[in-house]
């Protein structure tokens, strides 16, 4: 399946996160309260440090374009 309409970027409004606990062991959630509304994002530890590793590379980009 081909994408063929980008969605337009939010710019998020508030950052919240918790952890909830199933049967597979504990997840964390990411809930970013946006213009468009409320999202959502259940994470495991594996996706949570991908997510750190990912913030960190487009802070440095961004202070790249600072400098």
């Known amino acids: 399946m081909t994408q ?14 918790t952890t909830v606990d199933d049967e597979q062991g ?9 213009p468009g509304g409320l999202l959502d994002v259940a994470l495991d530890r ?3 440090e991908a997510l750190i590793r990912a913030a960190s590379r487009l802070q440095a980009k961004l202070d790249e374009k600072v400098s």
Do not use: N
Not at 4 to 17: D, G, M, N, S
């Open 26 to 34: 504990a997840l964390g959630i990411l809930s970013i309260q946006t």
């Open 4 to 17: 063929t309409k980008k969605a337009p970027p939010f710019v998020p409004i508030e950052f919240h996160v």
């Open 46 to 48: 594996e996706a949570a």
